[in-house]
Nanobody, 121 residues
Framework: QVQLVESGGGLVQPGGSLRLSCAASGSIFTIYVMGWYRQAPGKQRELVASIPSSGTTSYADSVKGRFTISRDNAKSTVYLQMNSLKPEDTAVYYC???????????????WGQGTQVTVSS
């Protein structure tokens, strides 16, 4: 099995920055796509940013120019650098990965446990 462990969430003031990290560990695997989602209370979970093996990044319109997603394949880790944070960015942020388990050959999808990001004065 694979586990996704997130870190970096917290409370920041508007205009501040945070960097979220998500490290995949466990069984041998190959990661195809990693991404970040977020969900605010009473709202649907939405895709914030994703980065496939090709390296082509994708962002929600609401975060373009402010957030940057990157990945370190050697560390099986994806990052989300969040700058110029706004109160509307407040949500639980979830890491997600599409991967193939090497031993079983199964194509799987995993979610992290979520990390709270609160932007408030």
């Amino acid at each position: 099995q694979v586990q996704l462990v997130e870190s970096g969430g917290g409370l920041v003031q508007p205009g501040g920055s945070l960097r979220l990290s998500c490290a995949a560990s466990g069984s041998i695997f190959t990661i195809y796509v990693m991404g970040w989602y977020r969900q605010a209370p009473g709202k649907q979970r939405e895709l914030v940013a994703s980065i496939p093996s090709s390296g082509t990044t994708s962002y929600a319109d609401s975060v373009k120019g402010r957030f940057t997603i990157s990945r370190d394949n050697a560390k099986s880790t994806v990052y989300l650098q969040m700058n110029s944070l706004k109160p509307e960015d407040t949500a639980v942020y979830y890491c997600n990965a599409d991967l193939r388990a090497t031993l079983s050959g199964a194509l799987l999808n995993y979610w992290g446990q979520g990390t709270q990001v609160t932007v408030s004065s």
